[in-house]
């Protein structure tokens, strides 16, 4: 498809997920709006090992836009969002998972959220499918509440304007093709890599929003552009959430949002021992389970953020 006649390419990045990738594009394929627009799909693989290009090419047949097919031998998600935005030709480019169902109106209700708030880029609603009932030890309201490592994004029924707290997450946001031209691609040392693929926290998406908000650039909230996150079993455990946060702990550094400072030890600043012995007494004495776990989890995140910052002592020497 010429670059001129498309306005809106769809990006989906891929990692041995052929089976749920295979529900994603046929969610994708019954939105309303389709025949609307100027529309493209582009799917990267990201080295998959699986049936991923098979999925892909039998997509083609029923697809109705034009569907490319790109393999990114580099490993790491934002290598391939990078891909997929070089490869685009949409005016406006939309991102989200390989394991979600989009909603039928989320094509049209992105599209029609960019003309009437000339916004430079969207995030819509993310809400979380889980596979039965919820863990009991897993709630976010409260003094303990968790960092929901669990892909959700609802800031209620009204469109509002977006702010660094609040960014979208990538598995439902779409941008201008100048928010890239302007402010350049997403992080590559972010997100999830080799070795690491399952777990977020890597921060890629959040770090583009929020360099967007910082320079001045208007990003709005739009609810009716909804798509449904499946919760996966391994991600509903406790293990999950623990790995989430170390690796969270670790983005935390690379971002500079908690640059080193202070009298440190091995490049590592004194604050964070502090803090990580601090949590670790209040979890060992905690008789509540949800204290307990609460504070388990603030270990995990400063214990992710004392390898970093050592990480990244030790490269400066």
Not at 37 to 57: F, G, H, M, P
Not at 214 to 227: D, F, H
């Amino acid at each position: 498809m010429p670059k001129s006649a498309t306005s809106v390419s769809i990006i989906v990045c891929t990692y041995n997920r052929a089976d749920s990738l295979r529900n994603t594009l046929r969610s994708l394929n019954e939105m309303i709006g389709l025949h609307d627009q100027a529309c493209e799909l582009i799917v990267v693989d990201n080295n998959s090992r699986d049936a991923t290009k098979a999925c892909v090419d039998k997509f083609k047949q029923e697809s109705k836009c034009p569907v490319s097919y790109i393999f990114e031998t580099r490993q790491g998600k934002p290598y391939a969002l990078n891909t997929g935005i070089q490869s685009a030709a949409g005016d406006i480019l939309l991102f989200t998972d390989d394991d979600v169902i989009v909603d039928k109106g989320w094509l049209s209700n992105l599209i029609k959220t960019f003309s009437e708030t000339e916004s430079l880029g969207v995030g819509g609603r993310i809400v979380p499918v889980w596979p039965g009932e919820k863990p009991s030890w897993f709630h976010t309201e409260g003094p303990y509440g968790l960092m929901s490592a669990i892909a959700s994004y609802d800031l209620g029924d009204a469109p509002c304007d977006l702010n660094s707290a609040n960014v979208p997450f990538g598995a439902n946001v779409a941008f201008r093709r100048e928010a890239f031209e302007r402010y350049g691609y997403y992080r590559t040392d972010l997100g999830p890599s080799a070795g690491k693929e399952r777990i977020g926290g890597g921060g890629e998406d959040t770090e583009l929003a929020r360099r967007l908000v910082r320079a001045g650039e208007k990003l709005v909230y739009s609810p009716s552009a909804i798509v449904y996150h499946p919760v996966e079993p391994e991600r509903a455990r406790k293990r999950y959430f623990k790995l989430w946060h170390f690796e969270y702990g670790k983005a935390l550094i690379k971002l500079g949002a908690d640059a080193p400072r202070g009298v440190q030890y091995f490049g590592v600043p004194r604050y964070l021992f502090r803090s990580f012995f601090e949590n670790s007494f209040k979890w060992l004495v905690a008789v509540n389970s949800h204290k307990r776990f609460y504070y388990q989890l603030q270990v995990y995140l400063f214990a992710g953020e004392i390898v970093a910052a050592y990480r990244a002592g030790s490269s400066q020497c």
